[in-house]
């Protein structure tokens, strides 16, 4: 069996950055807006398997903004019972650098999916996401 690379990511970049929450999607299609879909992994590996998250350089206006990465898993694709597997520092306006991230999660969902928070109050926050699952993804000192 083979597995096509873009199945593994949670989130592909798009056109447009994301710049207000993205709740989690409920599909195994890709979601054309916001590059979001479910990955159904069955069960983790003994050692778990790694999260990717990239983030562009911020362009928004804030001061007070963040974005938080959330990674929940289910098991129903509709996520009505579901559990936050991992989560990833937040991204600040005020750290305008592109940023790498790895966590590793170990569940036994057999789905997961990726959910983008913002919170704050004043101006604009826009980055690019990209959300990668998948093996070879931790670096060897990790």
Known sequence: MTIKDDLLKLKTVTATPTTATEAGV?????DGTTG?????????????????????????????KTHTVTIEGSDTLAFTTKSVCAT?????YAGTAAIRMVRRIAT?????????????SNGTMSRFYEINVGVGLLDKES
């Not at 409920?26 to 890709?30: I, M, Q």
């Not at 159904?40 to 804030?62: F, L, Q, R, W, Y």
């Not at 990833?88 to 600040?92: L, R, W």
Request: glycine share 8%; hydrophobic share 30%; with cysteine.
């Open 26 to 30: 409920t599909s195994l299609t890709r």
């Open 36 to 64: 979001q879909v479910v990955v159904e992994i069955d069960k983790c590996p003994e050692g778990g398997i790694p999260i990717e998250v990239i983030a562009s350089a911020d362009t928004g206006t804030s001061n007070d």
């Open 88 to 92: 990833f520092p937040s991204t600040t």
């Open 108 to 120: 036994q969902y057999k789905y997961i999916r990726s959910v983008i928070t913002l919170t704050g």
